[in-house]
């Protein structure tokens, strides 16, 4: 294992794969707050697996199927569907343009 | 009323003899609810209207005498979605959230007529041992205001331990259920994996998570399991195993159980205090004429660091869902589409939500995976491995439910470490799948110690056999909170 386990650049890599944004001060505290639970899993490099399988689910069923049949929602589940929505418009959810619109330069 | 001298029985026969109504028990637990509510914040929302014409309708079509659970009024953790009655995770993200459908185990809470009075606090997302991560409020407990009730269903063990319900339901996804049950001094069950129906329940780590029962005795965590207990269409995890009558085999004999002990479980980790309150209850076990041997499971100790690997990757996929776009929290002043994922993500989440998003999207990046993730998936395998070793010999598994009882309120919340080591001793458990209950077992300075029951995969009835003969000879279940009234 690396010396250093994660540092400030890394972090914000990964906060960029998880969609999410820190302040310097914040960056900070979630490097050293990571950095003390990452060392805290790298005591899992001491364990010998060579040869055991991944357990990724405990469930005691294998694929569990059933016929794919829609089921048609009435119009006052549509209205309590959208009530949850942020922003609509004419019955559909409203998103700002995917491309910035706020003209160069702001 | 409080529920500190009724159970689950003496209140059906009440209903039944008509003694009381559905409607004046929804009524008078809803009057003493929010005056004790004042004193420990269990609740996050009431369902006042709601909760009265539902009993009302139940009186107008009588209670049925077969069902111990009608009329009875439960307390839901604010996770598992109720239609029409908001339902938040106890996040900013979902303050607004008013669901449109009922979790599976709300459809049958109804259909069985019971009464739902409210939504209880818990964790954000159900992340957190205290339920200091909430985003509305500080539970306190009970036994003693200035600590926390545990988490992260510190609303429902509340609920249930201050009075004011006698049943609410949790969810457990690493002793979320368990450990705010032993810090409050009640009967708390994690089911099987795949034993209860997870449709409805705001997604956590999806592999580990379980709804299960909180109340104050075990008969009537039976009476609670069986109801929610089944295989659902909705989720293609739950069992198709037939579901016993889990308050069957409650009869206090025990005589010929075969108990493990595992010795990690008493180590130098676990508060001394509460190794001598666990050390009685095997002595009790003893007289009850079961057999108690020590055991080992090695690989418990790696648990928490697999855990938190496992369960954070299986959050940080589960949480991408809140975008800002078809429900939930949007961020204000957005200039485009990826503005109104990261600003909406980055201020509607609190803090301990974000890091284990972060540690489950680190934990699976390139370059980490095999380190991390694969590695910690290797681990769970030996740790399963160990109990089923225990199993060939033994019919259960007792120890404590955390190192120590409740701690002070803001002890422990600004050190991740420390708080993700309360769950040293129940996260194995969920990485098994294995059903696990906590039990009241005494006290360490004032405050309740749980005793922690494991059992074989979908064998919960041992565990309530156990439990039930342990509360039989004792009468830790009986004490009650001094919450200023006359108790």
């Known amino acids: 294992m690396a010396e250093e386990r994660i540092n400030a650049e890394q972090v914000k890599h990964v906060a960029e794969l998880a969609k999410l944004e820190f302040t310097p001060d914040q960056l900070a505290t979630f490097t050293g707050q990571l950095e003390k639970i990452i060392g805290m899993f790298e005591e899992l490099s001491t364990v010998d697996t060579t040869g055991v399988p991944v357990t990724s689910q405990v469930n005691d069923r294998r694929n569990a199927l059933r016929e794919d049949v829609a089921v048609k929602s009435d119009e006052s589940e549509r209205k309590a569907l959208l009530a949850n929505a942020p922003e609509t418009a004419n019955g559909l959810i409203k998103v700002p343009a995917i491309i910035d619109e706020s003209g160069d330069g702001e | ?487």
């Open chain 2, 1 to 487: 009323m409080d529920f500190f001298n009724q159970d689950l029985t003496s209140l059906h026969a009440d209903l039944v003899n008509k003694k009381i109504s559905a409607a004046e028990l929804a009524q008078a637990t809803l009057a003493n609810l929010k005056q004790t509510d004042a004193k420990v914040d269990a609740f996050l929302n009431l369902n006042e209207d709601a909760a009265l014409k539902a009993a009302q309708a139940i009186d107008a079509k009588g209670i049925n005498p077969a069902n111990v659970l009608a009329g009875i009024p439960v307390g839901v953790k604010d996770n598992i979605v109720t239609k029409g009655l908001t339902t938040t995770a106890a996040s900013k993200m979902l303050e607004n959230f008013v669901p449109v459908y009922d979790a599976t185990v709300v459809e049958k809470m109804l259909a069985n007529d019971m009464v739902i009075v409210g939504k209880t606090n818990m964790d954000e997302f159900a992340m957190g041992g205290s339920t200091e991560n909430s985003a509305f409020k500080v539970t306190k407990n009970p036994w003693d205001v200035s600590r926390v009730p545990g988490g992260s269903s510190g609303g429902s063990a509340v609920a249930v331990a201050a009075g004011q319900v006698p049943v609410a339901f949790g969810s457990d996804t690493g002793g979320s259920i368990r450990q705010p049950a032993s810090f409050n001094g009640i009967v708390g069950m994690k089911p099987t994996y795949g034993r209860v129906s997870r449709w409805g329940l705001i997604a956590f780590g999806s592999s580990l998570d379980q709804i299960g029962p909180m109340t104050r005795t075990v008969k009537d965590n039976a009476a609670a399991l069986n109801l929610i207990a089944g295989n659902d269409v909705n989720d293609g995890t739950s069992s198709k195993r037939e579901v016993p009558d889990f308050t069957a085999g409650l009869t206090g004999d025990i005589k010929g159980m075969k108990i493990a002990l595992p010795k990690e479980y008493m180590g130098d980790g676990i508060d001394p205090k509460v190794r001598d309150v666990i050390q009685a209850a095997v002595k009790q076990f003893e007289d009850l004429g079961a057999t108690v041997e020590e055991v080992s499971l090695p690989n418990s100790r790696y648990g928490v660091s697999a855990y938190y690997i496992i369960a954070s990757s299986e959050a940080s996929s589960n949480l991408q869902r809140f975008d800002g776009i078809r429900y939930g929290f949007r961020a204000q002043d957005v200039k485009n589409l990826e503005d109104v994922y990261v600003r909406s993500r980055s201020e509607g989440f609190g803090d301990e939500v974000k890091r284990r998003i972060m540690l489950g999207t680190f934990s699976l990046s390139a370059g980490y995976y095999d380190a991390y993730f694969h590695k910690a998936g290797q681990v769970r395998t030996m740790i399963i491995n160990d109990f089923n070793k225990v199993f060939e010999d033994y019919d259960l598994i007792i120890g404590p439910t955390a190192p120590t009882p409740a701690f002070k309120i803001g002890d422990e919340i600004s050190d991740p470490v420390t708080m993700y080591m309360n769950d040293v001793l129940t996260i194995p458990v969920n990485l098994a799948g294995l059903p696990g209950m906590s039990i009241p077992a005494g006290f360490a300075d004032g405050m309740p110690v749980g005793l922690q029951l494991i059992g074989k995969s979908f064998d919960e009835s041992t565990l309530y056999k156990a439990g039930y003969a342990f509360e039989q000879a004792t009468d830790f279940h009986q004490a009650t909170p001094d919450l200023g009234g006359a108790h």
